[in-house]
């Protein structure tokens, strides 16, 4: 099953989404959903049926929750998104790397690319920034027009 997600997602360019996003990728607010939403819902829904991580994905979400940031070690700013699926993920924006998601609010629409991984809850989103040694592909969180890399 994971195979055809990883093909599906392979077609729609999910996989490997490191780089800048495009400025109109479906952030409109409205919750409405778009190609890239629904195709990587599938993807994530997928993923986490199979409990399956490393998986370098783009999405689209609704923040439900703000958490205090995760101070030990190096510094991330955590919020969960629901998926237009009914999926939640916990997203971890490493803040000594990049710069914190300014302004966000329960409610918020962020789109994202980075690394998935499994958990029972419905899995975490790391790697939403840059990589400084070059190493891993870069990731990116966009929100309000603006993009934290």
Not at 25 to 50: H, M, N, R, V, W
Not at 93 to 110: C, E, K, Q, Y
Request: aromatic share 4%.
């Amino acid at each position: 099953m994971l195979l055809v997600a990883l093909v599906l997602a392979g077609s729609v360019g999910l996989v490997q989404c490191g780089g800048m996003p495009p400025s109109d990728k479906g952030e409109t607010g409205s919750g409405a959903a778009t190609p890239l939403g629904d195709a990587a819902d599938a993807i994530l829904a997928q993923a986490l049926e199979d409990r399956v991580g490393g998986l370098q994905v783009e999405g689209r979400g609704t923040v439900t929750r703000i958490l205090k940031d995760d101070t030990e070690g190096g510094r991330h700013q955590r919020f969960i998104v629901r998926l237009d699926s009914g999926q939640t993920l916990l997203v971890v924006h490493n803040i000594d790397v990049a710069p914190r998601v300014a302004d966000l609010h329960v409610g918020d629409t962020v789109t994202f690319c980075g690394e998935y991984e499994w958990s029972a809850e419905g899995g975490t989103i790391h790697w939403t920034h840059h990589d400084p040694d070059g190493e891993h592909a870069d990731g990116w969180i966009r929100h309000d027009g603006r993009t934290y890399q």
